[in-house]
Each structure stands twice: as C-alpha cells, then as structure tokens.
C-alpha cells in the first residue's frame, strides 16, 4: 500500500518525469451525477441569460450547489478564486486568501510608487495599478503552449513535445508561481515574492516566464521525437 | 387425514420423567405415509418424503377501532382510567422517536409511545366529570380571594414542600424535609436602611427583579423542625434588619449601593469649578448647597443617573448636556 | 415576470452599452489652516503641508497605517468630521479665565477618534497651543521593558528612563521652537544631585535637554516641566493643549511592565502616569484637555464595551469628572461615499462600484474600510 502511494505521489508530482502506473493516478469523482448543470452566480450573467431568453432551456434542469467561495459580489473573479486554491495548503483556505489580499496590496503600493514617480503623462496613463489584472495578466504571459510528455519507444522513455489543452496551459502556469513561491528565500515573505515575480511576469520576465521558456526551449530541441506521439 | 392423526401429529414433544435428559420422541405416525403397506426400514432414507409445508393460518382481524369511532363519542368511556398506550384505540395520527433516515416512526408498533405516560385519561370533559362527582364533598372557595392578588395579601408567605413516593422496602426520602419558604420584601414594610441591611445578609437569596426572598432550609432531619427554624430565621432577619447597630456608622462611599452626589467627589469638583480661582475645603463643600442652582441641579442629576443606572447613550447624552451647561455655558447660549 | 424582476432589482429590459467609467475626485478643500474649517466642511478632506506633519508628527501621533498610506498617495489628507469640528469650535470660543475644559473622544475600535484628535492638534499647533501631547499610552505600559527603575524622589513609584526621554524629545521637537519665542523660564531651583542643579531662570528647553540627555532624571524632569507650564498658563503666559490618546489604559488593573527585581507594577505605580493625570486635572487656565479612550488601549479580556465610563471605571470618572464626552461615530453616507471617490482618485480603490457591499462589511467604520479597500 505504501509502495503504491510512493508511486502516486511519483506520479502526479513530477512533470516531465516517469509515469510508472498511469492508472493508478487519483480520479476525482463528482457527487453530482453528469446532467447537473454548472451554477450562474453573478447578477450580470443570469441578467443575460434572463434577456436572451436563453433561461427556458435551464428551468427544468437541476444545477449544482454554489461553492461557498462562488459569490455574487463584484469583487469576486474565477482566475482569483482558482490562484487561491493552488496555494492553499492543508485547507487553510482563510490564511491563503489573506496571503493573497497582502499580496495585491503589495502590488498596488510598488505600482503606485512609480506611478507617482513618473511624469510621461502617456506612460502613466497605460500604466497598470489593478492587481488582478497584473495577475491576469502574468498568468497569460507564463502559459506554455507545448508540455513534454514521456513516450516509451523501444525500451527507453523520450521526453516529447505534445500540445495541451488551454485549461492545463493555465494551471501550469499558475503552480509555476506558487511552486517558485514555495522555493523562495525564508527571509522573504510569499506576499512580497509572490508580489515582485507577478509584477516581473506581467511584463515577460522573472522566474516563472523564465520557466516557460526553458520549456519552449526544450520542447524546440526534443522537436525530432515529435512523431514518437503518433508511435 | 383424520382428526386423531392431526392431533397426534400435533403432539410433537413429550417430556420424560426427572433424571433423562429431555428427549424429542416422535410419534410412530409421524414417521411415514400410511397407505396400509408395512413399512420398510430405510436407513439409506431412499424414498424421501419431504415434510408438508406448515399452513400459516392467518388469523382474521377486524379494522382498528380508531377508524370507526364517532366524533361526538363520550371519550372517557374509552378511556376511562391510566392505561398504557393503545395505538388502535387513540384516533389521533401521532408521531414519536427518531428516525435518521425516515420521518419519525408511527403510532403502530412505537415502544416510544408506550414508555411515556399518557394523560389521556384526564382530558378537561373527564376532569369536569370528576370534579363534578367531587364537588358534593367540597367546601366553598373562601370569600375575599377571588384573585391572586388577595391571595397574596391574606398568605404573603409561600412554603414550599415535597414529597416523595418510593416502591422499594422504605417508603421515607431524606429529600423530603427540606422546606422553602417565599415572601415578598414588600410585604415586610421595612424602611430604606432595613430594606438595604435585609438585602445584605441574606445575599444570593434575595431575587431583585420579582422582590422575592427565598430561604431554603435542610439542616434539620424533619420536615416540622426545618419549617420551624425557616420561620425563626425570617423573624431573626426581620428584627435584625430593624435594628441599627454602632458598627454601621463606619459604612463609607464605597459600601453604597447607591450613588448619592452629595457625599462624592463629583460635588467636591463642582464646587471647585464654581469657585474658581478660591481653593475650597471640605467643609466649604459640604455646606455649598445647589438648591437654588438650576444648572447645578441638572448636572447633580445627570451624574446620579449615570452612576447608578448604568452607560448608555441616553444617560451619557444627558450627562454630556448637563456638562456642556456647567463647563461651556456661552455654547448654550449660541 | 417583468414585475418580479423589478422588485429583485434585476434589468427589465436591454442594458444600454455604459459609456467610459469617470475615475470621481474627492471633495476636498482649500483651506489648509484649521482655523479656516466650518461646518460647511464637514466631510471634505483637506491636505497638511509636509512641513507642518513632520513638525506635530515625525515622533508619534497618526496612527500607523495612516502613514503607510501618506506614503503612498504622497499627501496627508485628513477628513474634516463632526467631532473634530464640535471641539475646534469649542477651542475657539472658550473663557481661557476659566478652568481648563475636559473633552473626551469616545468611540468603536476604528471610528476615527486618532486622526480627529491629530486635526484638533493641527488647530491647536496653528494657534500656538503648546501641545503636551501623548501620542498612545499604551506604548508605555504594554511592553515589557528591560528597564524599569524605582524611583528615587517618590517613594513606592517606578521610573521608565528610556520612554520617559523619548517622549522628551517627542515634546521638544513639537514645541521647541514656540517655547523659544515665548521664552519660558523655570520659577525655582531644581536639584538633582550633589552636582547637578538647574537653577532659577533656565529655560525650559534647557530644562528639556537635561532631561534628555540624563535620562535617570527623565520621569521627574517631567513631572516639573507639567508643574512649569500649568504655572506659565495660569499666569497667562501661554496656553496649552492637553492631548491624550488612550486615555483609559491609565485605569488598567496591570502592565507588561517588571523592574529587575521582577515586582510587576501596576499603572497607578508608574510615575509617568501620575504626571499623566494630574495634566488632566482642572487646576491651570488657558488651556483645554482632550482625551481619548479606546478598546484596544484596554486589557484584552476587558474590552465588551467602547462607552468611555466602562473602559476608564469609577476611578477614572472621578478623577475627570465633569467633562464633554463627544462620541466619535462611523461615517456617515457623504463622508463614506467621499472617502471611496477619495481612494478610487488616488488610484488605491481598483474596482468602481461595489459601496452597498463596502458599506454593509465595514459598516462604515473607515479603519476597517481602509483594511477592506487594500487588496480591491
């Protein structure tokens, strides 16, 4: 049992590594049988539906439960909600939120400060101070477009480049960030890193863009195993 | 299959005397068909007859009573006495106990219901009936006690008593010589001094919000003797509170139960504030009197009612009106 | 159908496209001298010069997050409020013949009382108030510090050196150069030691210098320099301001505080206190005294209530008795909407829209907002 949970673990931690027993790899499986729809929980989108009469076709269906951090108010965003989560760990859900709410202000009071000291009325003007933005935007500019995945091919496992899902894209890029974050000097807070390394990669540098390049990188030199995909 | 078989296949078990052990003996008509022929041995149970299948019979039942009763029926006639639980003879869908998975189980076959007792003997047209059967061998109710009221005019004091019932070999509870007594503080007429004095001897046992001074008494082992001392007791306190000792004289500010400006510091800051620039001693504060000082008046009143009231924003409002009138009286008048 | 909507607030018909969001400007005003404020400024905010905030401020006085946000928006910006204005006003109008007045700030934990005791500061340093001012009590008593003496001229009371020369400074540096103008003198000999005597006729700059750079003597040094000014004041040579933030942790059933000889003391034992509250006592003219109690200066097990009698007890009412109590409440709808607009012009507030919630989690207490808008 223990053996198994080693190779588990092997599995879904290691990116580019070994995938011993694929199938042994947790599957999440929903309360909610497959004809449950996802919840609308903000006032805009139901208004939408309301007004395109798209609603007829949702009132006969049961829909899911809202999750508890799912809310209505407009400071509520899905990418935000999704960061929290990959930080969260031991389901201190409270404490991972407060480590992101410091966060943001820590983004807002560095871009505040060259804000004020800039004087090119133009480069102010396109200057970003939204935290959730610069996130947003950090996120876009770390998502790889290729992943490696390992191919057996007469007895040896080749590292091929494969395309992914924009979905995986995303949540490779988001665990970059916390895994850089977890990786950090101890001196330095994970607010304040998270911080300066959100607002490097909203403008295409720091260690989690860096990241991705290696990868890019990488990907562009295993390019000559790309038929291995299609054995 | 005739009547004699039938009962002598019936009889299935006869017992032996004392000293074998009990044995199933089986009739010799048990054992095979009877269709006239001698019976062969068969030990290697070659023709197997299987034993016929027990009839249930089931027995026929009628519909519970509850279903056919008639709405106007004289129910202490059904019910005349206690009596456990009846699930077919209560006409009323009752619910009892708890079920995790289902709503709480029905009246049929509920053992909940059974433990409780029932007051189903005693319902308000049975209780009229025996109060009207009892009603020969009662006096009349007392006149001038119509209400509670009088009652608690003519009987100020309650004493409370109780009694326990035992099934076991001694019928006596040792709980049942404890005795406690009730009476309102203000049925005793006492003054200010002996309402204050009472209320600190006796302490917890006096409730402020109905005016109701308990005295519980167990320390004798009869009933009689713990009344008898509960009264003595009260007469005690009541002389004792009465009465005006030289030791009382030491009572200082701090043991008030009252805030009185008069003996406070409060006065001595008015007084000072009045007076101003002249130093002020103690005695010039005693005998500064405010009774002509309207704002003196309005600001003595405003501290009491903080004081001894409590904070909140209606007496810190008024205190702070007083004080504006005392400190900054050109404000007021702008 | 349609009426259902209307009454959930929901649209009833197609939104209209919204034209480019307006980022809003604070209502703010011009005068920059307290003196100047009216009740028709109620709710504006108004700047103070750099200059004048590190003259009042620089040692203590606007709370910390405060600072952190001048820091950013490059500007100290106070919101003129009812309280404040009430108090002001009153400066303005009181008989300095008579006793100093007492005034109390009073209010929940985050309802402005720090920052409308810094305006009424600004008003009393533009009006050359002397400002004995101490900025948070607690600082005082709460931690426990390495050195705390028994004093040497009060018998049963103990010393803290260090605080004692802190606040010093804190006083030299708010008043030193009024006090120069004025040119107050001590009226007596003071002996310190076998060596050390201040004689008649030093300034009380020099007096303050002392203090400061022997610091055994800081606790009494203070003491003398309250008995000096409550003198001058009387005899109508200046006026003075009294300003005590945290007032009711002078009333606390105990401190952090330990001497070597690990006796902890209780505030009533602290030398510093006594001279905290005889500067509250009614005994000098030509002056005011402000107080301000909050929760948080109180014991953490005592903090039920934020009405002022209950934090400082029976004791403390005494001693203050009679005074203003003016309670500090939680913005009302114009000033909280001007705080917003406030923060969403300095670019601190991100998201535009979203007051109802704001209003219903904060409710309206403008610490708490502050903490609310930070990662927004």
């Not at chain 2, 296949?9 to 048990?30: E, H």
């Not at chain 2, 009472?198 to 008494?217: A, N, P, Q």
């Not at chain 3, 909280?336 to 991100?350: I, V």
Request: proline fraction near 6%.
């Amino acid at each position: 049992m223990a053996l198994f949970a080693k190779y588990l673990r092997i599995g879904s931690t290691v990116k580019h590594g070994f995938q011993a027993f694929p199938q042994l790899t947790t599957a999440k499986y929903s309360v909610y049988p497959p004809h449950f729809a996802e919840p609308v929980y903000k006032k805009q989108e139901l208004d939408k539906l309301y007004e395109s009469g798209e609603i007829e076709n949702y009132k006969l269906i049961p829909f899911k439960a809202a999750k508890s951090n799912e809310t209505c108010s407009i400071f509520h965003d899905p990418m935000v909600a999704k960061f929290i989560n990959y930080m969260l760990l031991k389901g201190q859900k409270k404490l991972a939120r407060e480590v992101l709410e410091k966060t943001f202000e820590k983004i807002k009071k560095l871009q505040l400060e060259k804000y004020n000291r800039e004087t090119d009325p133009e480069k102010k003007a396109s200057m970003i101070i939204d935290p959730v933005v610069i996130l947003k935007k950090a996120v876009a500019n770390s998502k790889p477009l290729l992943k490696l995945t390992a191919v057996k091919r007469g007895g040896s496992f080749y590292q091929v480049p494969v395309p992914i899902t924009d979905k995986e894209s995303t949540f490779y890029a988001m665990r970059w960030f916390v895994q850089c974050g977890r990786e950090k000097d101890k001196s330095i807070s994970f607010a304040d890193f998270m911080a300066t390394e959100l607002i490097k990669a909203s403008n295409n540098d720091g260690k989690v863009v860096n990241k991705k390049l290696d990868l890019h990188k990488q990907c562009e030199a295993n390019r000559a195993y790309a038929h291995y995909r299609w054995s | 299959m005739s009547a004699l078989q039938t009962t002598l296949r019936r009889t299935t078990a006869v017992l032996m005397p004392i000293g074998y052990y009990p044995a199933r003996v089986w009739c010799s008509t048990r054992a095979a068909p009877t269709d006239g022929k001698f019976r062969v041995l068969d030990l290697k149970k070659k023709s197997f007859v299987p034993h016929a299948k027990k009839k249930y019979i089931k027995t026929i039942t009628l519909p519970p009573r509850a279903l056919s009763m008639p709405v106007d029926q004289e129910w202490s006639n059904v019910w005349p006495g206690p009596r456990t639980f009846h699930p077919a003879t209560v006409p009323l869908a009752l619910r009892q106990g708890y079920d995790p998975k289902r709503a709480s189980p029905g009246k049929y076959g509920n053992a909940e219901l059974m433990k409780i007792p029932n007051f189903l003997h005693i319902t308000p047209p049975a209780v009229k009936k025996h109060c009207s059967a009892l009603k020969q061998f009662c006096t009349e109710w007392p006149k001038g006690l119509e209400t509670d009221e009088d009652c608690d005019r003519h009987f100020p004091m309650t004493t409370i008593t109780t009694d326990y019932c035992h099934s076991s070999p001694t019928i006596k509870d040792p709980k049942s010589r404890i005795v406690t007594i009730k009476i309102k503080l203000s049925t005793l007429n006492l003054d200010k001094h002996a309402r204050d004095k009472m209320i600190r001897l006796v302490g917890d046992r006096y409730d402020e919000e109905s005016d109701i001074l308990t005295i519980v008494t167990d320390r004798c082992p009869t009933r009689k003797q713990n009344y008898d001392y509960g009264v003595y007791v009260l007469t005690a306190l009541y002389h004792e509170s009465n009465t005006f000792e030289e030791w009382e004289r030491q009572k200082q500010e701090a043991d008030m139960e009252h805030y009185i400006w008069e003996n406070n510091p409060s006065k001595k800051a008015y007084v000072t504030l009045t007076r101003w620039p002249e130093k002020v001693s103690d005695d010039d504060v005693k005998s500064h009197s405010i009774d002509e000082d309207t704002v003196g008046q309005k600001y003595k009143e405003a501290v009491t009612e903080l004081l001894n009231n409590g904070e909140d924003t209606y007496t810190l409002n008024k205190y702070r009106e007083a004080a504006l009138a005392v400190l900054l009286p050109q404000t007021i008048q702008a | 159908m349609r009426a259902y909507r209307r009454l959930c607030g929901y649209a009833t018909a197609a939104v209209k496209q919204e034209t480019q969001y307006q980022i809003p400007t604070a209502a703010r005003t011009e005068k920059k001298n307290p003196v100047d404020h009216d009740s028709q400024d109620v709710s504006k905010f108004y700047t103070i010069d750099p200059k004048t905030v590190s003259n009042i401020f620089q040692t203590g006085g606007l709370p910390k997050p405060f600072t952190e946000q001048t820091n950013m928006f490059a500007e100290t910006a106070l919101m003129i409020r009812q309280p404040a204005l009430e108090v002001i006003n009153s400066l303005k109008s009181t008989d300095f013949q008579k006793p100093a007045v007492r005034y109390l700030l009073y209010g929940q934990t985050g309802s402005g009382k720090s920052l409308s005791l810094a305006h009424i500061l600004h008003y009393a340093y533009s009006s050359k108030f002397i400002l004995y001012h101490i900025p948070y009590v607690p600082i005082w008593l709460k931690y426990d510090r390495k050195e705390v003496n028994w004093s040497s001229s009060k018998n049963g009371m103990a010393d803290i050196p260090l605080i004692a020369a802190q606040w010093l400074k804190h006083f030299v540096h708010q008043n030193g150069a009024l006090l120069n103008e004025l040119n107050l003198t001590t009226s007596q000999d003071y002996v310190w030691s076998q060596r050390e005597t201040t004689p008649q006729g030093t300034t009380l700059n020099e007096l303050v210098t002392h203090g400061i750079n022997r610091a055994k003597y800081a606790c009494d040094c203070m003491d003398i320099l309250l008995n000096e000014l409550k003198a001058h004041c009387s005899n109508n040579r200046c006026k003075m301001l009294v300003a005590i933030d945290g007032f009711n942790a002078f009333f606390n059933e105990k401190t952090d505080l330990k001497t070597e000889d690990r006796v902890k003391v209780t505030p009533q034992q602290i030398t510093m206190v006594q001279t905290g509250l005889s500067a509250v006592l009614s005994d000098w003219n030509n002056g005011a005294i402000i107080m301000v109690t909050s929760p948080r200066a109180a014991l953490n097990t005592k903090r039920e209530s934020h009405l002022p009698i209950y934090l400082i007890g029976r004791q403390g009412f005494e001693h203050i008795d009679p005074f203003i109590p003016v309670m500090v409440p939680e913005l009302s709808t114009v000033e909280f909407n001007n705080m917003l607009d406030y923060y969403e012009e300095k670019r601190w507030l991100q998201k535009p829209g979203g007051r109802k919630e704001l209003e219903f989690l904060t409710s309206k207490l403008p610490a708490d907002l502050m903490a609310r808008c930070a990662p927004l």
